[in-house]
């Protein structure tokens, strides 16, 4: 019993042991690691960070009409191109039955008084021509007469008003033809004829007729993560993006950062403003989906590598790269960083254009 016992463990091992030299066996016959090196380039890097938003026009003007009523008719469309002056629409005035009514009796009432001091005047002046009553009579009968024919003409004008939206004296005031204030596209017509339109005053905005702008004015309007607006400064350049404008850029300035941010799906945003500066003759319809690039650094025409070749000592935590020094053989070079856009950086100092540069990480067999 011992003695197979004794057979069976010197089997074990002579499998185990025959099995270890076929794995260095194996092993020894396997191909040392070979690694690629890469060189060094040319490049401009831009360091910058993306904001989503659109283009608007810089000022966007609403028409908006000093006297309610209805839309008679609307003389412009979106689109076309208005002058200040231009006619927009006509308002006609509905007038309310129970003031008209009242204004007419006022005019009757009016003429009443007016005709029975006509002829007080008349009788005193006949008077007063003879000799008969003072000159402060007739004074005070001339002031009398001539309160009645203003009360009239007022009682008159009161009629017009409320027929017609407007009077001969008031026609500066308020304007039942509604004219474009500024220059500029029109951009929406959000009325139509028959609608009703409220005038604009102190206790009410009223209602827009048209929105006017200049298109050739526009300025990028979008939001940036409160994790890179401490990135950002103003005058900053912008490189804008229009989805719908395809290869095409557009240069801008950021001119405007909200000092105040807003919530928006858990995440903080804050506005920004950019003006474009070389529209030139694209037309850009507001509104228009945009990214803009801010860009943050820039260094233009440096020695750079891919970031994926870059290693960090572990205790001292400087850069390096492993630069051969002979057929896969390198040495360890410590070098000094500069702009990244994340996937190239700049190398200030330590190695040169035709050092080859181990890729360390991508070892092929």
Do not use: C
Not at 40 to 65: D, H, M, R, Y
Not at 180 to 186: I, K
Request: aromatic share 6%; charged share 25%.
């Amino acid at each position: 019993m011992k003695k197979r016992t004794t057979i069976i463990i010197l089997v074990i091992l002579a499998i185990a042991f025959v099995g270890a030299l076929f794995y260095l066996f194996q092993k020894n016959q396997q191909s040392p690691i070979v690694y690629k090196t890469e060189k060094a380039e040319i490049k401009t890097i831009i360091k910058s960070t993306v904001a989503t938003g659109k283009i608007v026009p810089k000022e966007e003007v609403l028409i908006k009409p000093n006297i309610s009523g209805i839309i008679e008719e609307v003389y412009v469309e979106a689109g076309d191109d208005v002058k200040a002056g231009d006619l927009i629409a006509k308002i006609k005035v509905v007038p309310n039955v129970s003031s008209l009514n009242s204004a007419f009796n006022q005019v009757q009432s009016t003429k009443i008084d007016l005709d029975n001091q006509e002829k007080l005047f008349n009788r005193q002046k006949t008077l007063f021509d003879k000799g008969v009553i003072s000159a402060n009579d007739f004074d005070v009968a001339q002031t009398a007469y001539k309160q009645a024919q203003q009360n009239y003409r007022a009682a008159q004008q009161n009629v017009e008003i409320i027929k017609t939206g407007t009077s001969k004296s008031t026609a500066n005031l308020a304007q039942t033809m509604i004219r474009s204030t500024v220059t500029g596209m029109v951009l929406d017509v959000p009325v139509k004829a028959g609608n009703q339109v409220i005038e604009s005053n102190n206790f009410n905005e009223g209602t827009t007729i048209a929105s006017l702008a200049d298109v050739g004015n526009m300025i990028f309007e979008g939001k940036l993560d409160e994790s890179e607006v401490g990135k950002i400064k103003l005058n900053l350049p912008l490189e804008i993006t229009v989805g719908a404008i395809e290869n095409k850029k557009f240069n801008a300035i950021l001119d405007y950062i909200a000092p105040k941010g807003t919530e928006e799906n858990g995440a903080v945003q804050f506005p920004i403003k950019g003006t474009l500066k070389n529209k030139e003759n694209t037309f850009i319809r507001a509104g228009l989906s945009a990214n803009a690039s801010i860009i943050l650094d820039k260094a233009e025409k440096v020695l750079a590598v891919k970031e994926s070749l870059i290693q960090f000592d572990e205790k001292t935590k400087k850069s390096f790269v492993e630069v051969e020094t002979g057929t896969q053989k390198f040495e360890k070079r410590t070098i000094t960083l500069g702009v990244s856009d994340g996937i190239y950086v700049e190398i200030k100092s330590g190695i040169t254009k035709d050092d080859k540069i181990k890729v360390w990480n991508t070892g092929a067999q």
